[in-house]
T-cell receptor
Framework: DGGITQSPKYLFRKEGQNVTLSCEQN?????MYWYRQDPGQGLRLIYYSQIVNDFQKGDIAEGYSVSREKKESFPLTVTSAQKNPTAFYLC?????????????FGPGTRLTVT | SQQGEEDPQALSIQEGENATMNCSYK?????LQWYRQNSGRGLVHLILIRSNEREKHSGRLRVTLDTSKKSSSLLITASRAADTASYFC???????????????FGKGTKLSVIP
């Protein structure tokens, strides 16, 4: 089964704790992305990566960090510096970074920080 | 920053009716894409229309693009209860240089199809 997986589906954390969200794809895609979605809103880009060991900040990178040690994996860490971390987080991938390709999305992780 | 703005924000129709959603955007684009999101799930790509195309079809979906008005519409014909979802347009800017990959999403139209 080809696709993109995210785990866990739901995540609860206490304020002040870092938390890492997993994203794996077996589509052999070069580009991967992390988005944040708040209720009734569109998606906002947090980080993206076009190749292993390379990643760039998106529109709302503050308080987040990523790594891309393997082509298949692009984990996102929500740090304690993120002021409002409760949100729905979506990982996506595409064949390349070119905007001419559709993006494939994972099922999302809903993070709640109290 | 938000580029596409969908209209209406919410739409409720009876099964079998057609549903039309509109998207307006601000800058020159390379392409415009429509995505669907079922409640609490990831997005699914529906259709991509390039700036030099005016209309595109995929099954019961018809997308139009009017670059002079900076707008697009998504028509779903003969709607079904299973079409209930949020629909987002996303644009790729033409002149964003190194950022020319970036999809900029609107806030979406929430479609409810009543059986």
């Amino acid at each position: 089964d080809g696709g993109i997986t995210q785990s866990p589906k739901y995540l609860f954390r206490k304020e002040g704790q870092n938390v890492t969200l997993s994203c794996e794809q077996n589509l052999n895609h070069d580009a991967m992305y992390w988005y944040r979605q708040d209720p009734g809103q569109g998606l906002r880009l947090i980080y993206y990566s076009q190749i292993v060991n390379d990643f760039q900040k998106g529109d709302i990178a503050e308080g987040y960090s990523v790594s891309r040690e393997k082509k298949e994996s692009f984990p996102l860490t929500v740090t304690s510096a993120q002021k409002n971390p409760t949100a729905f987080y979506l990982c996506a991938s595409s064949m390349s970074l070119s905007g001419n390709y559709e993006q494939y999305f994972g099922p999302g992780t809903r993070l709640t920080v109290t | 920053s938000q580029q596409g703005e969908e209209d209406p924000q919410a739409l409720s129709i009876q099964e079998g009716e057609n549903a039309t959603m509109n998207c307006s955007y601000k800058t020159s684009i390379n392409n415009l894409q429509w995505y669907r999101q079922n409640s609490g799930r990831g997005l699914v790509h529906l259709i991509l229309i390039r700036s030099n195309e005016r209309e595109k079809h995929s099954g019961r979906l018809r997308v139009t693009l009017d670059t002079s008005k900076k707008s697009s519409s998504l028509l779903i014909t003969a709607s079904r209860a299973a079409d209930t979802a949020s629909y987002f347009c996303a644009t790729v800017d033409l002149y964003s240089g190194a950022g020319s990959y970036q999809l900029t999403f609107g806030k979406g139209t929430k479609l409810s199809v009543i059986p």
